[in-house]
């Protein structure tokens, strides 16, 4: 049963006081939602190892959206609610990646397929928020190089030049390309 946005805000308050009758009413009403979010990432390796404990995950997100949404603010509780379910679905899902990834023989989940575990496990394909970070600390270290630093780095690793080539095209020895790349390396690992 979908509730008014008034009667929402009141089952919400109601909740936030102790209602389990309130929690209840809310939960039958956002149950597609909750249903939804399990069976949205139940395919996926991750998700497979989560399966027995998604239930519960979204069912505590859910009440803590319950207990920190904000009717003042003028939003309304599914997007609120929806966000915070991913987040901890999300939350969920690195904590178990990084369980897996610590652990010295890790299992798999209890599949029946000859697939290893480790064929499970997600695509370490760089996110839009990594790549965004990466962009910015390249543009940090640029910054703090110097126009022939900048130079030696474009010769030997952009366009892969050999170091005799980069010297020849520097007008200085094999060698000083050889100590200035290593000046440079150091740089580099302090300004990252």
């Known amino acids: 049963m979908m509730y008014s946005l008034t009667e929402e805000n009141e089952l919400i308050a109601l909740a936030q006081q102790g209602s389990t009758a309130a929690c ?40 803590e959206a319950i207990h920190s949404f904000e009717t003042k603010v003028g939003i309304h509780f599914a997007a609120f609610l929806q ?10 899902f690195k904590n178990a990646c ?17 697939s290893s575990f ?40 952009v366009r892969e030049l050999p170091q005799k080539t980069a010297a020849r095209l520097l007008n200085i020895s094999t060698q000083a390309v050889s100590k200035r790349k290593q000046k440079l390396i150091a740089k580099i690992k302090k300004l990252a």
């Open 24 to 63: 209840e009413k809310l939960l039958d009403a956002y149950a597609g939602l909750l249903k939804n979010m399990r069976h949205r990432y139940a395919h996926t390796p991750t998700g497979k190892i989560l399966d027995d404990d998604m239930q519960g995950i979204l069912q505590l997100a859910f009440m």
């Open 83 to 92: 966000s915070r379910l991913h987040g901890a679905i999300y939350k969920a």
């Open 98 to 114: 990084s369980y897996s990834s610590h652990t010295a023989h890790p299992t798999s989940p209890d599949d029946t397929d000859s």
């Open 118 to 157: 480790f064929d499970t496990l997600e695509n370490h394909t760089p996110t839009p928020e990594r790549q965004l970070l990466a962009h910015d600390k390249i543009q940090t270290i640029l910054t703090g190089l110097t126009p022939t630093e900048k130079e030696l780095l474009y010769l030997i690793y």
